[in-house]
């Protein structure tokens, strides 16, 4: 009995132990990312957005830089500027994606009461608004000031968002369609009644199947859409995958490759 108690008394601290140092591993990685992406703020007139930046890890003199623009999802809002940081972004700080893909990424943080589109997201489809949200404008906005302000390559700027930002992403590239050199919407929809504006760039948007918040439709009629109007884009659907799907997508270095890849007006869409 004794022998026995003593056993599960051992395994008891080992796995106390184990959970300690993976708690610890996440806090030092999170704290990591923190630290490497930067605390900014941009200001129009009496509005601001707050944002994380990321510079390259060198910046060679002469040369330009691919930028990519990352849409959190709607749990990610706030006035803190870090907790958007929790979803996607950390893929781009690894060592080997530092390496092989070197690049600015701009991490914009929508505020609790707002949208990157002001839509219902539960819908099977919506009619893409007038105008641009506020915090999607003052994003476009700041998008432009860094792009002239820093070694930006303008024919390699991306856009990608989740959830929330997947909508965003959406509604930024069908009303700047010759903007961006690719898109990666990921669980997000669209107006369809704009797919037409989008044939021409190369695109690859991701949902899982079981995903209970934002339909799946929202993607399949959108890609469906793109495709009826002579467009080529690329569409990923995760079997048995409800609404995470953007973890796999990100760590995936094939979807980080074929982004990079991507030249405005390329057609490396396959």
Same mark, same amino acid.
């Given at each position: ?134 915090? #999607?404008? !003052? ?5 432009? +000031? ?5 070694? @930006?390559? %303008?024919? /390699? ?43 021409? #760039?190369? !695109? ?5 199947? +079981? ?5 799946? @439709?929202? %993607?399949? /009629? ?49």
């Amino acid at each position: 009995m004794q022998g026995r108690l003593a056993g599960l008394i051992y395994s008891g601290i080992l796995a106390t132990l184990f959970l300690s140092t993976i708690n610890r591993c996440h806090a030092e990685e999170t704290e990591s990312v923190s630290e490497v992406y930067q605390k900014k703020v941009y200001k129009s007139g009496n509005q601001r957005l707050l944002y994380r930046f990321l510079s390259p890890p060198e910046i060679k003199s002469g040369e330009k830089y691919p930028l990519v623009l990352f849409l959190h999802g709607a749990g990610e809002r706030g006035n803190d500027n870090t907790i958007q940081l929790v979803h996607g972004l950390s893929e781009f700080v690894k060592v080997d994606n530092r390496s092989d893909f070197p690049c600015f990424v701009i991490a914009p943080q929508c505020p609790a009461e707002k949208k990157w589109v002001e839509v219902d997201w539960t819908k099977t489809e919506h009619d893409m608004p007038e105008k641009m949200s506020v915090s #999607l404008k !003052l994003t476009d906005e700041l998008l432009q +000031q860094i792009s002239e302000e820093s070694p @930006i390559d %303008t024919n /390699r700027i991306y856009i990608t968002g989740l959830s929330m930002g997947g909508y965003g992403t959406w509604d930024f590239i069908q009303r700047k369609p010759n903007y961006f050199a690719a898109a990666i919407p990921i669980c997000g929809g669209a107006d369809e009644n704009y797919a037409d504006r989008l044939i021409k #760039l190369p !695109l690859w948007a991701f949902h899982g199947d +079981q995903d209970n918040a934002v339909p799946l @439709i929202r %993607t399949t /009629r959108m890609i469906a859409a793109i495709k009826k109007a002579e467009g080529n884009p690329k569409m990923t659907i995760y079997p048995g995958v409800g609404h995470n799907s953007w973890t796999q997508t990100y760590a995936n270095r094939e979807v980080l490759r074929w982004l990079f890849d991507q030249h405005r007006h390329s057609s490396k869409c396959e």
